[in-house]
């Protein structure tokens, strides 16, 4: 211990022998998940908004009167008085999505068994890039992604890999749109960069989300490359639509080719018509890549399953297990329906330092260090966190059924929001029926104009947030403001959504 005699706690860092170290591991271990319960028990349940929200006044509440960051520090500090620290300087200022009336964007609380499993992929520290720096992460990787695509109707054709989130994983589509399929829609001998890029189009519907846009600029396609067709009444992007796109587009030179759609859109949730635009995408020979980083959950339940279908004809599709999955940040990812066009596409450059994972995946290899495990090939990153473990974690936990019942406890909640909304003279929603679980709604106030409604929209929303009662966010619809309830809470229940719509009366009462 000599060694470490300069640190604060030198039992935390030299840990080698027991007798010396286990005992204060642990206790630092349950101290930490104290103040763990501690900003559960009294913060998160307790506000859905943090006490203070406002840019100013966090920045001079956390930073001191300065209001910006000071040096580094230059003096240790021991591990109990940081806990303590987050306990009085940091918790109070948190978001929470464990509040039960917090109703935010696709960002619900995890699952302990979830929190459970990023602790000890934390702990194991692997790293899922070459096989041999992280075995069983990577196998578990493989096992995952095998569900992931099981639940996608995928046969053993299909892999994938788990991202940071929905936007790498609509970038990766992307990728593979640009250096999988244009190079056989044209007959091209490499992928294709530049000028090739140009004439080229990706049909989306207006519902979808930004990152397919940034994804395409980011690869290099030209601004008109992306082709967004309006959605129908019910916020859902048709077939028939797309083709007289794709129809015009050609008889004007340009070559389609690809469709991206959402199966739970960022805004109300709305599915896009995703067996119509498969036809479509078949029919011209189009890539068909489905975002739905949230509407995939639902294949969880069988309930509601086919509120989501189509997904097995999609060459590649974007789920995010830590939107309905309920797990802890961060874990998306990408399937796709030919698994080996990940490593056509990224596979192409082997550094020195990675001496594994040169063979492809197709070719049948003996060393099992040049089988297909190997991540950095698969994808953009290279040290990568174990996401698997806590999927895994919390899929073994509850079963699928299980996961189905939370699935369905909160299209039941949306469901039920939207039938009090239409019984009452004061709210309206749209759409009146909810897709999946997202309720987008407004308070109507006698008198104002739209400008001033919408405005009113925002009021209340800051006021709801201030007062920490609950949380919802906004959005624009069809030119106009609304409130967004994104139920994806596992703590909600009807008088929840109800008392919701009580306090929300009451702030309006004295707003503006
Ligand atoms: C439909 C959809 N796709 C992709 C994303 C991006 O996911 P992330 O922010 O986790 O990268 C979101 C985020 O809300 C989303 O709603």
Redesign the pocket.
């Given at each position: 211990m000599d060694r470490f005699a300069w640190h604060p706690e030198p039992e935390l860092l030299g840990v080698r022998d027991p007798d010396v170290s286990r005992e204060a591991l642990r206790s630092i271990g349950v101290a930490t998940w104290d103040a763990g319960l501690d900003y559960l028990y009294d913060q998160a349940l307790e506000r859905a908004m943090g006490e203070t929200t406002g840019y100013a006044d966090l920045r001079s509440r956390y930073f001191g009167p300065s209001g910006e960051p000071g040096p580094a520090p230059d003096e240790p500090t021991p591990l109990a008085a940081l806990l303590e620290e987050f306990r009085t300087r940091v918790a109070p200022h948190t978001v929470s999505a464990f509040h039960p009336r917090s109703f935010g964007?696709?960002t619900p609380a995890p699952l302990t068994a979830s929190i459970v499993g990023e602790v000890l992929s934390q702990f194991a520290q692997q790293g899922v890039d070459i096989f041999h720096a992280g075995p069983v992460a990577a196998t578990m990787e493989e096992e995952v992604i095998r569900w992931l695509c099981d639940i996608i109707g995928y046969d053993r054709d299909s892999f994938g890999i788990l991202t940071?989130?929905?936007?790498?994983a609509?970038f990766i589509g992307m990728a593979l749109v640009r250096d999988t399929h244009v190079p056989q829609l044209l007959g091209l001998d490499r992928p294709p960069r530049g000028h090739t890029l140009e004439g080229l189009r990706v049909y989306t519907g207006d519902q979808s989300?930004f990152?397919i846009g940034r994804a395409l600029d980011e690869l290099g396609f030209p601004p008109e490359t992306l082709v967004s067709v309006p959605a129908d009444v019910d916020f859902r992007l048709r077939g028939d639509e797309v083709a007289a796109a794709i129809a015009e587009d050609r008889a004007a030179g340009r070559t389609p080719v690809a469709i991206a759609a959402?199966a739970?859109?960022?805004n109300t949730g709305a599915v896009d018509a995703i067996v119509e635009l498969a036809d479509v995408a078949a029919g011209e020979g189009l890539w068909l890549h489905v975002?739905a980083?949230?509407g995939a959950a639902a294949r969880l339940s069988a309930r509601d399953a086919d509120r989501v279908m189509g997904l097995d004809r999609a060459d590649s599709v974007?789920i995010?297990p830590?939107k309905w999955f309920f797990q802890a940040y961060d874990i998306?990812g990408l399937m796709i329906r030919r698994g080996v066009a990940l490593e056509e596409v990224f596979g192409g450059r082997r550094p020195e330092y990675y001496r594994a994972g040169h063979a492809s995946m197709a070719a049948s290899v003996p060393d099992p260090h040049d089988a297909g495990l190997n991540f950095w090939k698969l994808g953009f990153e290279g040290t990568r966190r174990w996401r698997a473990l806590k999927l895994w974690f919390s899929w073994r936990h509850l079963g699928t059924p299980g996961f189905g019942r939370l699935i369905e406890a909160n299209n039941d909640l949306a469901a039920h929001l939207a039938v009090v909304i239409a019984a009452s003279p004061d709210f309206e929603a749209l759409p009146a029926v909810p897709s999946l679980s997202v309720v987008c709604f407004r308070h109507l106030v006698d008198g104002l104009d739209a400008g001033a409604l919408d405005e009113h929209q925002d009021r209340i929303q800051d006021a709801l947030e201030s007062s920490g009662a609950g949380w919802v966010s906004t959005t624009r619809l069809r030119g106009a403001t609304w409130l967004r309830a994104g139920i994806l809470n596992t703590q909600a229940t009807e008088s929840d959504v109800e008392g919701l719509l009580d306090t929300l009366r009451e702030l309006a009462a004295n707003v503006g």
């Open positions: 964007y696709f940071s989130g929905g936007v790498m609509n989300h990152s959402v739970g859109s960022t975002d980083a949230y974007t995010d830590h998306g």
